[in-house]
């Protein structure tokens, strides 16, 4: 379990880049180690979906190429909400509301947990981008969970 704690980490440091509408084109690979061939030894025993919007690409794009890079990783990333292809050792992924909108975010990944993905995925997230706060990026108020008709959070970490 440490391991995909480590693996989700690792993705959740592709946000601070920003909400750009492009995907990326040459991801770059750290070196692979044992942490991460077991971590994705574990991910491939699960059923995972990611919703998100275009940040979220860069995330995938990442994913992929530490897949690649990984000897004997064996995730199927896919791009799809549909219930029937959430299976174990799929990574599947999708649109997930819009920039800009964030209880359309979280109203958008209820719907699909409720439409059949929660039923089959053993891992299901979403994120969230810096845009959905109403702040410029990295600044001290960034979060989503401070913008108007979200009740007060502050983060335990500050950059």
């Given at each position: ?7 989700a980490?690792?993705?959740c ?23 991460l ?13 990611f ?17 690649a ?8 990333i ?11 050792g799929t ?69």
């Amino acid at each position: 379990m440490r391991q995909i704690w480590r693996l989700a980490a690792a993705l959740c440091l592709v946000p601070a880049l920003g909400c750009g509408s492009s995907k990326s084109t040459s991801p770059t690979a750290p070196s692979s180690g044992s942490d991460l061939a077991a971590a994705f030894r574990t991910l491939s025993a699960r059923a995972t979906y990611f919703g998100h919007q275009s940040v979220g690409y860069n995330v995938i794009d990442g994913l992929g190429a530490l897949v690649a890079a990984t000897p004997g990783a064996a995730v199927t990333i896919v791009e799809t909400a549909a219930a029937s292809s959430i299976v174990k050792g799929t990574f599947a992924h999708s649109g997930n509301g819009s920039n800009g909108d964030p209880a359309g975010k979280v109203a958008a990944f209820d719907a699909t947990i409720r439409g059949g993905v929660g039923a089959r995925a053993d891992i299901a997230f979403f994120k969230f981008c810096y845009v959905d706060s109403g702040r410029p990026p990295m600044s001290p108020e960034c979060s989503p969970c401070t913008a108007p008709g979200w009740p007060r959070w502050r983060r335990p970490f500050r950059p």
